[in-house]
């Protein structure tokens, strides 16, 4: 043992056989002010200032090479051949001459430099048998495996600040594995640049190493910034326990065929069922219900609401949360589609005890000045359910929908005599009064309102529905498609609400008119205008943005000049820039708000056509959330991914599959990538073609066999969809009406006179 009383502050060392000396190691030891300081084990050697020198870095050496490496404040990594350390000018011989310094050494030359742009933290030589000797530098954004020249070989950029990093022996030939700590409390191991595995560690390491312990092999050794030294390990626990040799017997192979059939048995009882969620438990953990008010609120609770109505009514849901069991951080989120809102939709409560219930009350409203696409609500509440394993819970959701009253949206008004859409919607029973399916709408006093009512909607449309008494038809008019919608769902559900109640299983609905597919168009090219706007708008406030930020640096490298230039009207230029810009922020804005309506209105139409379609189809609830999947696959609409893009997708692939006129057409693969089209020319093409596939005897399925599909085509006798099937005009069964091809306007023409059979018009069979 021996030491050594250091004459300057030392920063870091490393230690090796430098010069290639034989069964014994040296020291390097690297002071704060940039002397290397070499001791050949009791006795001091010599001293090398670098050169350049302004703050240590880190300092390792390369038995390959006889190098010392290192990392100068330059960030640039430098290697010094440790022969010409020794054959430099000596540190200690400063007030020599000129003439003694030249004849006593040489200057201090770099073996070669590579500037890495950033600070390093740590540097690592590593050689193992299967890989190439390479230098591992740790920088403050970055990592770098060097050859031993000083060329990269590769480098890996990181998302994080590593704190320490350690090169290891891969399994894969070729390869060098990395543990990479970082502030964040994590353990990241690399395989060259490829990130394998990441841990989470109880301190942040500021020095990692792997050892073998015993038995135990890759022991991952840290030491964290107050001293905590941690061996862990990836993986299981290791089993000390090791089972006893078993005395052979002879197999019983009638035993064992016996449990191979049970064993069958259950697998085939496991996989009869396909759904894809599990099914609902007989008895739930925390139940959550949402009670609607069956009347208006007194006093309206609607607040900031955009609507420029009289009185906006506002209706009051009451919602419960039982549990059972102990849930602990329940949160309750309330969600109802825009424009709808709430008072209030998010709340917090402490931990419920079993058997135990919270009750909150809030109040929905219109606060969007259009129409809603839908009346329903969703209650969703999220909590943990601890266990024995798991104390702090095991995180769980229960939710329940809502149905609102259309009597928050419009009220009671004069019937229309004049519309310009106009749907028909047969049934199987006679007509009932609206008396009785609309009491929240019809006055009883009054008789004429039996047969014909109106409908107001708080943003100033008007919808009229009638019912024929001589046909089991009804009708809903207006002059908005859109605003049918709502209409004629609330008439479907009243009805088979009133039918249910009256145990008649047997009542539907029918739709025989034509599918108003060109009015349905002129909301989807309204819509896709507002896209195409919103992009331009963007556009030129990016270029006008440039412009302003170019004007700011012209007028802050004038005022920052000692002798200032006159602005030359800068100042002019910048607030006329700067008006441009706030012009076109509050053009998008107001782009933005148009955009939503026509979005939402589009969401109304579509629901239209989709209820039309099943009516017309008689399709199946599985067929018709195929067609809502596809027709609605977003419920925000936006730049990056639209509607148009995102319906087209859906619409080509059932056209390639379950709606294919021959293999060919499934043989044809689909764009990878969805981006907002040019026009909306092949959306409605692909519309119309759908539509017209669908009334030739296609079937929607979702089935990948070719002969199930073909089937399904062909259900009911009809013959192969010819090639020219967009030119031809179909007539529906059970129907005079034609269904459009594209291009042509399937369009009812509204009547002057109403009267209680308006209803009986030319779709009468």
Same mark, same amino acid.
């Given at each position: 043992?021996?030491?050594?009383?250091?004459?300057?502050?030392?920063?870091?060392?490393?230690?090796?056989?430098?010069?290639?000396?034989?069964?014994?190691?040296?020291?390097?030891?690297?002071?704060?002010?940039?002397?290397?300081?070499?001791?050949?084990?009791?006795?001091?050697?010599?001293?090398?200032?670098?050169?350049?020198?302004?703050?240590?870095?880190?300092?390792?050496?390369?038995?390959?090479?006889?190098?010392?490496?290192?990392?100068?404040?330059?960030?640039?990594v430098e290697s010094y051949k440790y022969q010409v350390l020794a054959f430099a000018t000596d540190a200690d011989e400063r007030q020599e001459t000129e003439q003694q310094k030249l004849s006593s050494g040489k200057r201090l030359?770099?073996?070669?430099?590579?500037?890495?742009?950033?600070?390093?933290?740590?540097?690592?030589?590593?050689?193992?048998?299967?890989?190439?000797?390479?230098?591992?530098?740790?920088?403050?954004?970055?990592?770098?495996?060097?050859?031993?020249?000083?060329?990269?070989?590769?480098?890996?950029?990181?998302?994080?600040?590593?704190?320490?990093?350690?090169?290891?022996?891969?399994?894969?030939?070729?390869?060098?594995?990395?543990?990479?700590?970082?502030?964040?409390?994590?353990?990241?191991?690399?395989? #060259?640049?490829?990130?394998?595995?990441?841990?989470?560690?109880?301190?942040?390491?500021?020095s990692v190493k792997v050892a073998n312990l015993q038995d135990l092999k890759g022991v991952i050794v840290t030491l964290s910034d107050n001293g905590h030294l941690q061996c862990s390990y990836l993986g299981t626990d290791p089993?000390?326990?090791?089972?006893?040799?078993?005395?052979?017997?002879?197999?019983?192979?009638?035993?064992?065929?016996?449990?191979?059939?049970?064993?069958?048995?259950?697998?085939?009882?496991?996989?009869?069922?396909?759904?894809?969620?599990?099914?609902?438990?007989?008895?739930?953990?925390?139940?959550?219900?949402?009670?609607?008010?069956?009347?208006?609120?007194?006093?309206?609770?609607a607040i900031d609401s955009e609507v420029k109505a009289e009185a906006i009514p506002s209706v009051t849901v009451k919602i419960t949360i039982q549990s059972r069991v102990t849930a602990q951080k329940p949160n309750l989120a309330?969600?109802?589609?825009?424009?709808?809102?709430?008072?209030?939709?998010?709340?917090? !409560? #402490?931990?419920?005890?079993?058997?135990?219930?919270?009750?909150?009350?809030?109040?929905?409203?219109?606060?969007?000045?259009?129409?809603?696409?839908?009346?329903?609500?969703?209650?969703?509440?999220?909590?943990?359910?601890?266990?024995?394993?798991?104390?702090?819970?095991?995180?769980?959701?229960?939710?329940?929908?809502?149905?609102?009253?259309?009597?928050?949206?419009?009220?009671?008004?004069?019937?229309?005599?004049?519309?310009?859409?106009?749907?028909?919607?047969?049934?199987?029973?006679?007509?009932?009064?609206?008396?009785?399916?609309?009491?929240?709408?019809?006055?009883?006093?009054?008789?004429?309102?039996?047969?014909?009512?109106?409908?107001? !909607?708080?943003?100033?449309?008007?919808?009229?529905?009638?019912?024929?008494?001589?046909?089991?038809?009804?009708?809903?008019?207006?002059?908005?498609?859109?605003?049918?919608?709502?209409?004629?769902?609330?008439?479907?559900?009243?009805?088979?609400?009133?039918?249910?109640?009256?145990?008649?299983?047997?009542?539907?609905?029918?739709?025989?008119?034509?599918?108003?597919?060109?009015?349905?168009?002129?909301?989807?090219?309204?819509?896709?205008?507002?896209?195409?706007?919103?992009?331009?708008?963007?556009?030129?406030?990016?270029?006008?943005?440039?412009?302003?930020?170019?004007?700011?640096?012209?007028?802050?490298?004038?005022?920052?000049?000692?002798?200032?230039?006159?602005?030359?009207?800068?100042?002019?230029?910048?607030?006329?820039?700067?008006?441009?810009?706030?012009?076109?922020? #509050?053009?998008?804005?107001?782009?933005?708000?148009?955009?939503?309506?026509? !979005?939402?209105?589009?969401?109304?139409?579509?629901?239209?056509?989709?209820?039309?379609?099943?009516?017309?189809?008689?399709?199946?609830?599985?067929?018709?959330?195929?067609?809502?999947?596809?027709?609605?696959?977003?419920?925000?609409?936006?730049?990056?991914?639209?509607?148009?893009?995102?319906?087209?997708?859906?619409?080509?692939?059932?056209?390639?599959?379950?709606?294919?006129?021959?293999?060919?057409?499934?043989?044809?693969?689909?764009?990878?990538?969805?981006?907002?089209?040019?026009?909306?020319?092949?959306?409605?093409?692909?519309?119309?073609?759908?539509?017209?596939?669908?009334?030739?005897?296609?079937?929607?399925?979702?089935?990948?066999?070719?002969?199930?599909?073909?089937?399904?085509?062909?259900?009911?006798?009809?013959?192969?969809?010819?090639?020219?099937?967009?030119?031809?005009?179909?007539?529906?069964?059970?129907?005079?009406?034609?269904?459009?091809?594209?291009?042509?306007?399937?369009?009812?023409?509204?009547?002057?006179?109403?009267?209680?059979?308006?209803?009986?018009?030319?779709?009468?069979?």
């Open positions: 043992m021996y030491e050594h009383n250091l004459q300057r502050t030392a920063c870091n060392m490393t230690y090796g056989p430098f010069g290639g000396v034989k069964g014994r190691d040296l020291i390097c030891i690297q002071s704060m002010d940039g002397m290397l300081m070499l001791f050949e084990q009791e006795s001091y050697a010599f001293g090398r200032f670098l050169p350049g020198f302004l703050l240590p870095g880190p300092l390792t050496y390369s038995s390959r090479t006889d190098s010392f490496i290192t990392v100068s404040s330059c960030r640039q030359a770099v073996d070669w430099v590579l500037n890495i742009g950033e600070q390093a933290l740590d540097i690592c030589v590593v050689s193992f048998n299967q890989a190439i000797s390479s230098v591992f530098v740790l920088g403050e954004r970055n990592f770098f495996c060097l050859k031993d020249n000083g060329q990269i070989r590769f480098m890996k950029k990181l998302d994080y600040s590593p704190s320490c990093f350690i090169p290891y022996c891969s399994v894969k030939e070729g390869t060098i594995n990395t543990l990479v700590g970082n502030h964040n409390k994590m353990l990241n191991v690399y395989q #060259d640049v490829t990130l394998k595995w990441a841990t989470q560690l109880p301190h942040v390491p500021i089993s000390l326990f090791q089972a006893p040799r078993v005395d052979s017997r002879e197999i019983n192979y009638e035993e064992f065929d016996a449990e191979m059939k049970e064993l069958q048995k259950i697998i085939k009882e496991a996989t009869k069922t396909q759904d894809i969620l599990p099914k609902s438990e007989k008895y739930r953990d925390l139940i959550v219900t949402a009670e609607v008010s069956p009347d208006l609120d007194a006093e309206s609770q309330v969600c109802v589609q825009a424009p709808l809102a709430v008072t209030c939709d998010q709340f917090v !409560f #402490d931990d419920l005890e079993p058997d135990s219930s919270e009750t909150v009350v809030l109040s929905v409203f219109l606060k969007g000045n259009c129409s809603p696409s839908e009346l329903e609500g969703n209650c969703m509440v999220s909590y943990n359910m601890p266990t024995e394993l798991n104390p702090e819970g095991i995180p769980k959701v229960a939710q329940c929908n809502f149905r609102l009253p259309l009597r928050l949206i419009c009220f009671p008004a004069q019937p229309s005599k004049a519309a310009n859409h106009k749907l028909t919607i047969d049934t199987n029973k006679p007509p009932i009064s609206f008396l009785t399916i609309f009491p929240d709408f019809v006055d009883p006093s009054e008789d004429d309102q039996a047969n014909v009512l109106g409908f107001q !909607f708080l943003t100033g449309s008007k919808t009229t529905l009638l019912a024929s008494k001589t046909s089991q038809r009804y009708r809903i008019q207006s002059d908005q498609l859109e605003d049918l919608w709502l209409i004629t769902k609330e008439l479907t559900l009243r009805l088979e609400e009133h039918f249910k109640k009256q145990n008649c299983k047997d009542f539907a609905c029918t739709f025989s008119g034509s599918i108003p597919l060109q009015e349905y168009f002129e909301l989807i090219d309204r819509h896709f205008e507002l896209r195409l706007s919103a992009e331009k708008f963007q556009e030129l406030l990016s270029e006008r943005a440039v412009q302003f930020r170019a004007i700011e640096r012209r007028l802050l490298t004038r005022f920052k000049d000692k002798t200032p230039a006159p602005l030359q009207h800068l100042d002019t230029l910048l607030e006329g820039t700067f008006r441009e810009v706030i012009a076109l922020a #509050d053009a998008a804005e107001e782009n933005q708000a148009n955009m939503f309506q026509a !979005f939402t209105k589009l969401k109304s139409a579509t629901h239209l056509v989709i209820m039309l379609i099943s009516l017309w189809q008689k399709l199946s609830t599985d067929q018709v959330a195929i067609l809502e999947a596809t027709f609605l696959p977003l419920a925000e609409d936006t730049q990056e991914l639209g509607w148009e893009e995102t319906v087209d997708a859906a619409i080509s692939y059932l056209l390639r599959t379950c709606l294919s006129k021959s293999s060919k057409e499934q043989a044809l693969t689909l764009s990878s990538q969805l981006c907002m089209p040019k026009d909306t020319s092949r959306l409605k093409k692909n519309i119309t073609l759908f539509c017209d596939r669908l009334a030739k005897g296609g079937r929607l399925s979702l089935s990948t066999d070719l002969t199930t599909q073909q089937a399904a085509v062909m259900a009911g006798g009809c013959t192969t969809i010819p090639e020219s099937d967009l030119e031809e005009r179909m007539v529906i069964p059970g129907s005079t009406a034609t269904f459009p091809s594209h291009g042509q306007i399937a369009k009812q023409k509204s009547q002057p006179g109403l009267s209680e059979d308006a209803a009986e018009e030319t779709e009468k069979p």
